[in-house]
Protein backbone atom coordinates (compact mmCIF):
# COMPACT_ATOMS: atom_id res chain seq x y z
CA UNK A 1 0.00 0.00 0.00
CA UNK A 2 1.10 3.60 -1.05
CA UNK A 3 0.90 6.22 1.44
CA UNK A 4 1.09 9.81 -0.40
CA UNK A 5 1.72 12.22 2.79
CA UNK A 6 3.06 12.44 5.96
CA UNK A 7 6.53 13.60 4.58
CA UNK A 8 12.66 47.31 -38.94
CA UNK A 9 13.78 48.57 -40.87
CA UNK A 10 17.55 47.47 -42.59
CA UNK A 11 18.56 46.45 -46.15
CA UNK A 12 21.27 43.79 -43.24
CA UNK A 13 19.37 40.02 -43.68
CA UNK A 14 18.39 39.85 -39.96
CA UNK A 15 21.02 37.10 -38.13
CA UNK A 16 19.83 33.31 -39.14
CA UNK A 17 16.76 31.74 -37.20
CA UNK A 18 14.68 28.80 -37.34
CA UNK A 19 11.27 27.99 -38.17
CA UNK A 20 9.37 25.01 -39.22
CA UNK A 21 9.05 24.76 -43.31
CA UNK A 22 5.83 25.16 -44.61
CA UNK A 23 4.24 27.12 -47.11
CA UNK A 24 0.94 29.09 -46.80
CA UNK A 25 -1.07 28.73 -49.61
CA UNK A 26 0.17 30.15 -52.41
CA UNK A 27 -2.51 33.47 -53.51
CA UNK A 28 -4.76 33.54 -55.77
CA UNK A 29 -4.11 36.20 -58.47
CA UNK A 30 -7.45 36.93 -58.90
CA UNK A 31 -8.73 37.14 -55.23
CA UNK A 32 -10.79 40.38 -54.33
CA UNK A 33 -10.06 42.26 -51.26
CA UNK A 34 -12.85 43.81 -49.14
CA UNK A 35 -12.07 47.17 -48.61
CA UNK A 36 -14.25 46.89 -45.10
CA UNK A 37 -11.96 44.11 -43.82
CA UNK A 38 -8.41 44.54 -45.12
CA UNK A 39 -8.10 48.28 -45.64
CA UNK A 40 -8.49 50.46 -42.68
CA UNK A 41 -6.28 53.18 -43.34
CA UNK A 42 -7.85 56.81 -43.89
CA UNK A 43 -8.99 57.27 -47.43
CA UNK A 44 -7.02 59.86 -49.03
CA UNK A 45 -8.38 61.99 -52.05
CA UNK A 46 -6.12 61.87 -55.34
CA UNK A 47 -6.17 65.86 -54.86
CA UNK A 48 -4.50 65.58 -52.22
CA UNK A 49 -1.29 64.07 -54.62
CA UNK A 50 -1.95 66.53 -57.25
CA UNK A 51 -0.44 69.18 -54.71
CA UNK A 52 4.14 69.34 -55.49
CA UNK A 53 4.57 66.67 -52.79
CA UNK A 54 8.08 65.41 -53.12
CA UNK A 55 9.29 61.88 -54.77
CA UNK A 56 10.96 61.37 -51.53
CA UNK A 57 7.85 62.01 -49.88
CA UNK A 58 6.21 59.33 -51.43
CA UNK A 59 9.20 56.86 -51.29
CA UNK A 60 8.52 57.78 -47.31
CA UNK A 61 4.89 57.70 -47.26
CA UNK A 62 4.99 53.70 -48.74
CA UNK A 63 7.89 52.91 -46.84
CA UNK A 64 6.11 53.57 -43.66
CA UNK A 65 2.80 52.19 -44.64
CA UNK A 66 4.53 48.76 -44.98
CA UNK A 67 6.60 49.46 -41.38
CA UNK A 68 3.42 49.64 -39.89
CA UNK A 69 1.67 47.18 -41.41
CA UNK A 70 4.25 44.80 -40.77
CA UNK A 71 4.11 45.52 -36.72
CA UNK A 72 0.54 45.78 -36.75
CA UNK A 73 -1.75 42.68 -38.91
CA UNK A 74 -0.91 39.12 -39.76
CA UNK A 75 1.50 38.15 -42.44
CA UNK A 76 -1.01 36.84 -45.37
CA UNK A 77 -2.99 40.43 -44.72
CA UNK A 78 0.50 41.89 -45.43
CA UNK A 79 1.23 39.78 -48.38
CA UNK A 80 -1.83 40.98 -49.44
CA UNK A 81 -1.98 44.46 -49.19
CA UNK A 82 1.67 44.15 -51.06
CA UNK A 83 -0.21 42.66 -53.83
CA UNK A 84 -2.69 45.47 -54.56
CA UNK A 85 -0.25 47.93 -54.06
CA UNK A 86 2.66 46.66 -55.77
CA UNK A 87 1.41 44.18 -58.26
CA UNK A 88 -2.32 44.71 -58.89
CA UNK A 89 -2.39 48.47 -58.93
CA UNK A 90 -6.24 48.19 -59.01
CA UNK A 91 -8.83 51.04 -58.34
CA UNK A 92 -10.87 49.46 -55.89
CA UNK A 93 -9.25 51.31 -52.78
CA UNK A 94 -8.11 54.97 -52.56
CA UNK A 95 -5.13 54.27 -50.24
CA UNK A 96 -2.10 56.76 -49.13
CA UNK A 97 0.62 54.30 -49.99
CA UNK A 98 -0.97 53.35 -53.57
CA UNK A 99 -1.73 57.14 -55.11
CA UNK A 100 2.29 57.70 -53.43
CA UNK A 101 3.30 54.95 -56.01
CA UNK A 102 1.55 56.67 -59.05
CA UNK A 103 2.86 59.70 -58.34
CA UNK A 104 6.67 57.97 -58.24
CA UNK A 105 4.93 56.42 -61.71
CA UNK A 106 3.88 60.10 -62.99
CA UNK A 107 7.53 61.79 -61.73
CA UNK A 108 9.18 58.66 -64.14
CA UNK A 109 11.64 58.03 -61.56
CA UNK A 110 12.66 54.06 -61.62
CA UNK A 111 15.56 54.49 -59.42
CA UNK A 112 13.10 56.21 -56.56
CA UNK A 113 10.60 52.83 -57.36
CA UNK A 114 13.40 50.64 -57.72
CA UNK A 115 14.76 52.08 -54.02
CA UNK A 116 11.30 51.84 -52.10
CA UNK A 117 9.86 48.66 -53.99
CA UNK A 118 13.30 47.31 -52.34
CA UNK A 119 13.25 49.17 -49.42
CA UNK A 120 9.18 47.74 -48.63
CA UNK A 121 10.85 44.11 -49.52
CA UNK A 122 13.64 44.15 -46.93
CA UNK A 123 11.41 45.90 -44.49
CA UNK A 124 8.80 42.51 -44.52
CA UNK A 125 11.62 40.16 -45.24
CA UNK A 126 13.70 41.29 -42.36
CA UNK A 127 10.68 41.11 -39.88
CA UNK A 128 9.24 38.04 -40.95
CA UNK A 129 12.49 36.53 -40.89
CA UNK A 130 13.16 37.85 -37.14
CA UNK A 131 10.20 36.19 -36.09
CA UNK A 132 11.19 33.08 -37.74
CA UNK A 133 7.86 33.31 -40.57
CA UNK A 134 10.55 31.89 -43.28
CA UNK A 135 7.36 30.72 -45.31
CA UNK A 136 6.35 34.20 -45.73
CA UNK A 137 9.30 35.79 -47.16
CA UNK A 138 9.34 32.80 -49.72
CA UNK A 139 5.45 33.69 -50.45
CA UNK A 140 6.63 37.63 -50.57
CA UNK A 141 9.64 36.72 -52.98
CA UNK A 142 7.33 35.03 -55.34
CA UNK A 143 4.87 37.73 -55.25
CA UNK A 144 7.39 39.93 -56.62
CA UNK A 145 7.33 38.57 -60.36
CA UNK A 146 4.05 37.72 -60.25
CA UNK A 147 1.48 40.00 -62.94
CA UNK A 148 4.61 40.82 -64.57
CA UNK A 149 2.66 39.62 -68.69
CA UNK A 150 -0.42 40.63 -67.25
CA UNK A 151 -2.79 42.61 -69.90
CA UNK A 152 -5.56 42.65 -67.86
CA UNK A 153 -8.17 46.09 -69.24
CA UNK A 154 -7.35 48.79 -66.75
CA UNK A 155 -8.77 52.67 -66.95
CA UNK A 156 -7.26 55.10 -69.00
CA UNK A 157 -6.11 56.94 -65.49
CA UNK A 158 -3.68 53.89 -64.25
CA UNK A 159 -2.82 52.33 -67.47
CA UNK A 160 0.40 54.22 -68.08
CA UNK A 161 1.24 53.77 -65.07
CA UNK A 162 0.21 50.23 -64.58
CA UNK A 163 2.74 49.54 -67.68
CA UNK A 164 5.45 51.92 -66.22
CA UNK A 165 5.46 50.33 -62.89
CA UNK A 166 5.16 46.43 -64.18
CA UNK A 167 8.59 47.37 -66.45
CA UNK A 168 10.37 49.08 -63.64
CA UNK A 169 9.39 45.64 -61.36
CA UNK A 170 10.74 43.13 -64.50
CA UNK A 171 13.84 45.43 -64.23
CA UNK A 172 14.22 44.60 -60.87
CA UNK A 173 13.16 41.17 -61.29
CA UNK A 174 16.29 40.25 -63.58
CA UNK A 175 18.69 42.42 -61.69
CA UNK A 176 21.51 41.76 -59.36
CA UNK A 177 19.32 42.70 -56.06
CA UNK A 178 16.91 40.42 -56.50
CA UNK A 179 18.63 37.26 -56.89
CA UNK A 180 20.86 38.42 -54.11
CA UNK A 181 17.64 38.67 -52.10
CA UNK A 182 16.23 34.88 -53.19
CA UNK A 183 20.04 33.70 -52.17
CA UNK A 184 19.68 35.24 -48.91
CA UNK A 185 15.89 33.50 -48.29
CA UNK A 186 17.88 30.47 -49.59
CA UNK A 187 20.72 30.64 -46.77
CA UNK A 188 18.06 31.38 -44.07
CA UNK A 189 15.82 28.12 -45.47
CA UNK A 190 18.78 26.38 -45.38
CA UNK A 191 20.22 27.27 -41.72
CA UNK A 192 16.68 26.66 -40.47
CA UNK A 193 16.36 23.16 -41.45
CA UNK A 194 19.91 22.07 -40.50
CA UNK A 195 19.94 24.19 -37.17
CA UNK A 196 19.76 21.59 -34.34
CA UNK A 197 16.60 23.49 -33.51
CA UNK A 198 14.99 22.61 -36.28
CA UNK A 199 14.39 18.89 -34.37
CA UNK A 200 12.02 20.27 -32.01
CA UNK A 201 10.14 22.03 -33.86
CA UNK A 202 6.96 20.08 -32.42
CA UNK A 203 7.33 22.56 -29.37
CA UNK A 204 8.03 26.02 -31.49
CA UNK A 205 4.61 24.91 -33.54
CA UNK A 206 2.48 24.96 -30.15
CA UNK A 207 4.28 28.36 -28.92
CA UNK A 208 2.97 29.03 -32.19
CA UNK A 209 -0.54 27.85 -32.19
CA UNK A 210 -1.03 30.03 -28.93
CA UNK A 211 0.32 32.99 -29.94
CA UNK A 212 -2.36 35.67 -29.55
CA UNK A 213 -0.94 38.20 -32.47
CA UNK A 214 -1.52 34.78 -34.95
CA UNK A 215 -4.62 34.33 -37.07
CA UNK A 216 -7.29 31.79 -36.46
CA UNK A 217 -5.43 29.64 -39.51
CA UNK A 218 -2.76 29.94 -38.38
CA UNK A 219 -2.74 28.71 -35.36
CA UNK A 220 -4.88 25.93 -36.56
CA UNK A 221 -1.51 25.06 -38.93
CA UNK A 222 0.70 25.19 -35.94
CA UNK A 223 -1.27 23.05 -34.03
CA UNK A 224 -2.17 20.23 -36.92
CA UNK A 225 1.91 20.20 -37.83
CA UNK A 226 3.33 20.04 -34.01
CA UNK A 227 0.76 17.16 -33.88
CA UNK A 228 2.10 15.29 -37.11
CA UNK A 229 5.55 15.76 -36.11
CA UNK A 230 4.77 13.93 -32.30
CA UNK A 231 3.22 11.41 -33.81
CA UNK A 232 5.94 10.39 -36.62
CA UNK A 233 8.29 10.72 -33.59
CA UNK A 234 6.35 8.35 -31.47
CA UNK A 235 6.25 5.89 -34.37
CA UNK A 236 9.79 6.13 -35.45
CA UNK A 237 10.81 5.12 -32.22
CA UNK A 238 8.45 2.63 -31.43
CA UNK A 239 9.06 1.12 -35.40
CA UNK A 240 13.00 1.38 -34.41
CA UNK A 241 12.86 -0.47 -31.00
CA UNK A 242 10.62 -3.06 -31.93
CA UNK A 243 12.92 -3.99 -34.98
CA UNK A 244 16.50 -3.78 -32.71
CA UNK A 245 16.67 -6.94 -31.31
CA UNK A 246 17.81 -8.84 -33.71
CA UNK A 247 19.65 -11.72 -34.81
CA UNK A 248 23.47 -11.26 -36.11
CA UNK A 249 22.61 -11.67 -39.22
CA UNK A 250 19.93 -9.45 -39.99
CA UNK A 251 19.87 -5.78 -39.96
CA UNK A 252 17.20 -3.17 -38.49
CA UNK A 253 16.32 -1.08 -41.48
CA UNK A 254 14.36 1.58 -39.37
CA UNK A 255 15.82 5.10 -38.60
CA UNK A 256 16.94 6.05 -35.11
CA UNK A 257 14.88 9.02 -34.49
CA UNK A 258 17.11 10.28 -31.09
CA UNK A 259 20.30 11.77 -31.25
CA UNK A 260 21.63 9.66 -28.79
CA UNK A 261 22.11 6.39 -30.54
CA UNK A 262 22.01 3.34 -29.03
CA UNK A 263 21.99 5.02 -25.75
CA UNK A 264 18.05 5.41 -26.47
CA UNK A 265 17.18 1.46 -25.45
CA UNK A 266 19.42 2.00 -21.90
CA UNK A 267 16.95 5.11 -21.18
CA UNK A 268 13.77 3.26 -22.46
CA UNK A 269 14.57 0.57 -19.55
CA UNK A 270 15.45 3.52 -16.92
CA UNK A 271 12.49 4.84 -17.38
CA UNK A 272 10.55 1.62 -17.27
CA UNK A 273 12.51 0.49 -14.41
CA UNK A 274 11.80 3.99 -12.35
CA UNK A 275 8.08 3.18 -13.07
CA UNK A 276 8.24 0.71 -10.05
CA UNK A 277 5.32 -1.61 -9.37
CA UNK A 278 3.03 1.02 -10.75
CA UNK A 279 3.46 3.03 -14.05
CA UNK A 280 3.00 6.64 -14.22
CA UNK A 281 -0.32 7.16 -15.87
CA UNK A 282 -2.18 4.58 -13.36
CA UNK A 283 -0.16 6.61 -10.55
CA UNK A 284 -1.30 9.47 -11.60
CA UNK A 285 -4.96 8.34 -11.81
CA UNK A 286 -4.38 6.72 -8.28
CA UNK A 287 -3.62 10.18 -6.91
CA UNK A 288 -6.49 11.83 -7.84
CA UNK A 289 -8.67 9.47 -7.24
CA UNK A 290 -7.30 9.41 -3.11
CA UNK A 291 -6.88 13.31 -2.74
CA UNK A 292 -10.78 14.01 -3.39
CA UNK A 293 -12.26 16.20 -1.09
CA UNK A 294 -9.11 17.77 0.62
CA UNK A 295 -7.99 20.98 1.39
CA UNK A 296 -5.67 22.67 -1.44
CA UNK A 297 -2.67 22.90 1.62
CA UNK A 298 -3.07 19.01 2.27
CA UNK A 299 -3.28 18.51 -1.99
CA UNK A 300 -0.06 20.08 -2.00
CA UNK A 301 1.28 18.50 0.77
CA UNK A 302 0.03 15.53 -0.90
CA UNK A 303 1.34 16.51 -4.47
CA UNK A 304 5.24 16.82 -3.28
CA UNK A 305 4.99 13.20 -2.17
CA UNK A 306 3.82 12.31 -5.37
CA UNK A 307 6.54 14.06 -7.37
CA UNK A 308 8.87 12.23 -5.25
CA UNK A 309 7.87 8.75 -4.93
CA UNK A 310 9.82 5.87 -6.35
CA UNK A 311 12.91 8.78 -6.30
CA UNK A 312 15.53 7.81 -3.86
CA UNK A 313 18.61 9.57 -2.41
CA UNK A 314 20.53 9.29 -5.31
CA UNK A 315 17.85 10.91 -8.12
CA UNK A 316 16.68 13.41 -5.82
CA UNK A 317 18.66 15.23 -2.63
CA UNK A 318 17.12 16.52 0.48
CA UNK A 319 18.06 20.16 -0.60
CA UNK A 320 15.91 19.71 -4.19
CA UNK A 321 13.37 18.27 -2.44
CA UNK A 322 13.17 21.49 0.02
CA UNK A 323 13.72 23.95 -2.27
CA UNK A 324 10.74 22.25 -4.50
CA UNK A 325 8.59 21.96 -0.83
CA UNK A 326 9.08 25.54 -0.55
CA UNK A 327 7.84 26.76 -3.94
CA UNK A 328 4.64 24.40 -3.18
CA UNK A 329 4.10 25.98 -0.19
CA UNK A 330 3.92 29.59 -1.26
CA UNK A 331 1.37 28.61 -4.48
CA UNK A 332 -2.00 30.46 -3.87
CA UNK A 333 -2.23 30.46 0.03
CA UNK A 334 -5.08 32.54 -0.08
CA UNK A 335 -6.67 28.61 -0.99
CA UNK A 336 -5.73 26.88 1.55
CA UNK A 337 -8.65 25.82 3.56
CA UNK A 338 -10.68 25.45 0.12
CA UNK A 339 -10.92 22.14 -1.68
CA UNK A 340 -8.69 22.38 -4.75
CA UNK A 341 -10.38 22.32 -7.81
CA UNK A 342 -9.61 21.69 -11.39
CA UNK A 343 -8.38 25.15 -11.88
CA UNK A 344 -6.39 25.07 -9.15
CA UNK A 345 -4.68 22.03 -10.44
CA UNK A 346 -3.96 23.65 -13.57
CA UNK A 347 -2.06 26.70 -11.91
CA UNK A 348 -0.12 24.51 -9.75
CA UNK A 349 1.20 22.32 -12.06
CA UNK A 350 2.05 25.35 -14.73
CA UNK A 351 3.86 27.15 -11.60
CA UNK A 352 5.68 23.98 -10.79
CA UNK A 353 6.63 23.37 -14.99
CA UNK A 354 7.83 26.82 -14.92
CA UNK A 355 9.69 26.39 -11.92
CA UNK A 356 11.66 23.28 -13.48
CA UNK A 357 12.40 24.92 -16.69
CA UNK A 358 11.84 28.71 -17.34
CA UNK A 359 11.00 31.01 -14.87
CA UNK A 360 10.97 34.14 -17.04
CA UNK A 361 10.41 32.89 -20.96
CA UNK A 362 13.86 32.90 -21.62
CA UNK A 363 16.52 32.03 -19.55
CA UNK A 364 16.82 28.31 -17.82
CA UNK A 365 15.33 28.21 -13.95
CA UNK A 366 18.08 27.31 -11.07
CA UNK A 367 16.89 24.04 -10.44
CA UNK A 368 16.57 23.45 -14.41
CA UNK A 369 20.08 24.36 -14.98
CA UNK A 370 20.96 22.09 -11.36
CA UNK A 371 19.15 19.56 -12.34
CA UNK A 372 20.87 19.15 -16.03
CA UNK A 373 24.46 20.14 -14.62
CA UNK A 374 24.40 17.16 -12.37
CA UNK A 375 23.17 14.54 -14.72
CA UNK A 376 19.56 14.36 -13.58
CA UNK A 377 17.39 14.76 -16.65
CA UNK A 378 15.61 11.98 -16.69
CA UNK A 379 15.13 12.60 -12.84
CA UNK A 380 13.65 16.20 -14.66
CA UNK A 381 12.35 14.85 -17.53
CA UNK A 382 10.25 12.16 -15.18
CA UNK A 383 8.84 14.58 -12.65
CA UNK A 384 7.76 16.86 -15.66
CA UNK A 385 5.96 13.34 -16.91
CA UNK A 386 4.12 13.08 -13.94
CA UNK A 387 2.81 16.84 -13.72
CA UNK A 388 1.13 16.40 -17.43
CA UNK A 389 -0.63 13.03 -16.25
CA UNK A 390 -1.62 14.64 -13.47
CA UNK A 391 -3.05 17.56 -15.60
CA UNK A 392 -2.35 16.65 -19.63
CA UNK A 393 -3.84 19.91 -19.98
CA UNK A 394 -0.86 21.56 -18.74
CA UNK A 395 1.39 19.68 -21.70
CA UNK A 396 0.81 22.81 -23.69
CA UNK A 397 2.09 24.87 -20.85
CA UNK A 398 5.06 22.89 -20.59
CA UNK A 399 6.12 22.66 -24.52
CA UNK A 400 5.68 26.79 -24.57
CA UNK A 401 7.86 26.52 -21.65
CA UNK A 402 10.52 24.44 -23.84
CA UNK A 403 9.61 26.23 -27.08
CA UNK A 404 11.04 29.65 -24.63
CA UNK A 405 13.76 27.90 -23.82
CA UNK A 406 14.95 26.71 -27.82
CA UNK A 407 14.55 29.78 -28.76
CA UNK A 408 16.75 31.48 -26.48
CA UNK A 409 19.68 29.01 -27.23
CA UNK A 410 18.75 28.32 -31.12
CA UNK A 411 21.38 31.02 -32.45
CA UNK A 412 23.99 29.13 -30.34
CA UNK A 413 25.88 25.67 -31.99
CA UNK A 414 24.58 22.42 -31.26
CA UNK A 415 27.92 21.88 -29.42
CA UNK A 416 27.40 24.75 -27.13
CA UNK A 417 23.88 23.96 -26.39
CA UNK A 418 24.61 20.35 -26.18
CA UNK A 419 23.23 19.49 -22.46
CA UNK A 420 20.04 21.12 -23.61
CA UNK A 421 19.75 19.10 -26.39
CA UNK A 422 20.35 16.17 -24.16
CA UNK A 423 17.61 16.80 -22.01
CA UNK A 424 15.60 17.19 -24.96
CA UNK A 425 16.26 14.02 -26.45
CA UNK A 426 15.53 12.43 -22.59
CA UNK A 427 12.13 14.58 -22.19
CA UNK A 428 10.96 13.47 -25.79
CA UNK A 429 11.91 9.66 -25.64
CA UNK A 430 9.91 9.49 -21.64
CA UNK A 431 7.13 11.05 -23.10
CA UNK A 432 6.69 8.66 -25.97
CA UNK A 433 7.41 5.79 -23.54
CA UNK A 434 4.02 7.23 -22.18
CA UNK A 435 1.95 7.84 -25.07
CA UNK A 436 -1.33 7.09 -24.99
CA UNK A 437 -1.38 4.93 -28.15
CA UNK A 438 2.29 2.51 -28.23
CA UNK A 439 3.08 0.55 -24.98
CA UNK A 440 6.33 -0.18 -23.49
CA UNK A 441 7.51 -3.48 -21.77
CA UNK A 442 10.81 -4.89 -20.21
CA UNK A 443 10.64 -8.10 -20.28
CA UNK A 444 13.40 -10.65 -18.51
CA UNK A 445 14.69 -13.00 -20.90
CA UNK A 446 15.76 -16.62 -20.47
CA UNK A 447 19.61 -17.39 -20.76
CA UNK A 448 19.07 -18.60 -23.84
CA UNK A 449 17.79 -15.69 -25.90
CA UNK A 450 20.32 -12.99 -23.81
CA UNK A 451 22.87 -13.54 -26.89
CA UNK A 452 20.50 -11.86 -29.08
CA UNK A 453 20.04 -8.91 -27.30
CA UNK A 454 23.23 -7.31 -28.18
CA UNK A 455 21.78 -3.35 -28.29
CA UNK A 456 20.84 -3.61 -24.42
CA UNK A 457 23.36 -3.05 -21.58
CA UNK A 458 21.98 -5.56 -19.79
CA UNK A 459 21.13 -8.48 -21.84
CA UNK A 460 18.99 -10.17 -19.13
CA UNK A 461 15.96 -7.49 -20.15
CA UNK A 462 14.21 -6.95 -23.53
CA UNK A 463 12.34 -4.28 -24.75
CA UNK A 464 9.29 -4.80 -25.91
CA UNK A 465 6.92 -2.38 -28.15
CA UNK A 466 3.29 -2.81 -29.21
CA UNK A 467 -0.27 -0.78 -29.68
CA UNK A 468 -2.24 -0.50 -26.58
CA UNK A 469 -5.79 -1.90 -25.89
CA UNK A 470 -8.16 -0.28 -23.65
CA UNK A 471 -6.98 0.60 -20.12
CA UNK A 472 -7.14 -1.45 -16.73
CA UNK A 473 -8.95 0.60 -14.42
CA UNK A 474 -6.61 0.63 -11.36
CA UNK A 475 -7.87 -1.21 -8.99
CA UNK A 476 -5.26 -0.74 -6.01
CA UNK A 477 -5.63 2.13 -3.54
CA UNK A 478 -3.30 4.72 -2.55
CA UNK A 479 -3.81 6.00 1.36
CA UNK A 480 -3.60 9.23 1.73
CA UNK A 481 -1.98 11.40 4.61
CA UNK A 482 -3.18 14.57 5.43
CA UNK A 483 -1.34 16.95 7.24
CA UNK A 484 -1.77 17.21 10.79
Not at 443 to 468: C, D, G, H, P
Request: charged share 20%; net charge positive; glycine share 2%.
Amino acid sequence: MIVFGGFMESLNILPEVTTEQFLIPSLNQNQLISPDILISEKIVSSSYFEQNISLSQASEIICNFFLKQVNELPPETVLLKFKIIFIELTEMVDLEPQQALVTIASYGSEEIFINTFKRSIYILFNNWNSLRKIEYVESLIQLITANLNNQEQSSSKLKNQREKLNLWRNNFATSQDYQELIQSALKIKNSSLNNWSHRYSSYLLVYQSVDKKKSVKEKATAKTRSLVLKKQFKSELAMYTARSIVSANEQNNSDNPTMIGNKVFSLIKKILQKRSSFNYTNLARIFLNQVQGISYKDFKHNLLNYLFYSLDEQDLDQTTKKQLEQQIEKLYEGYHDQDWDNQLLLRTCNRLIEYLTTVNQANPSPLFMFLITQGKDLILAIMLLKLILLCPQSRTHLECCLAQLIEHYQSQSASDCQWLINFLEVLQVTLSVYAEDVQYNLVKMSEAQQEISVNLENSAYRIFSQMKGRRKKASRKLKVGARN
